[in-house]
Nanobody
Framework: QVQLVESGGGLVQPGGSLRLSCTFY????????MGWYRQAPGKQRELVAD???????NYADFVKGRFTISRDNTKRTVYLQMNSLKPDDTAVYYC?????????WGQGTQVTVSS
């Protein structure tokens, strides 16, 4: 059974940085496309960035130039490096893994950007 475990969230001041990690268990990680999503209070969940099994990346316009998604297949982990954080980036961040029309989600990690 696939399980995704996120870590790295927390409280950071505007302009600061955080790195989120998502470790994958239960299947062949390298086959999966991976993504980071976020959901702020009262808003729908939205895509932040994703990365294919081959390493091709895609970003939402609102994070381009600030966030970087990457993966390490040897560690079965996908990362989201977040720089120049803004209060609007405050949300619960979720990791998603997808393959063969099946998607799996992590439990989420809270990111709060506030002075």
């Amino acid at each position: 059974q696939v399980q995704l475990v996120e870590s790295g969230g927390g409280l950071v001041q505007p302009g600061g940085s955080l790195r989120l990690s998502c470790t994958f268990y239960g299947s062949i990680f390298s086959m999966y496309g991976m993504g980071w999503y976020r959901q702020a209070p009262g808003k729908q969940r939205e895509l932040v960035a994703d990365i294919t099994s081959g390493g091709t990346t895609n970003y939402a316009d609102f994070v381009k130039g600030r966030f970087t998604i990457s993966r390490d297949n040897t560690k079965r982990t996908v990362y989201l490096q977040m720089n120049s954080l803004k209060p609007d980036d405050t949300a619960v961040y979720y990791c998603k893994g997808g393959w063969s029309r099946k998607d799996y989600w992590g439990q989420g990690t809270q990111v709060t950007v506030s002075s």
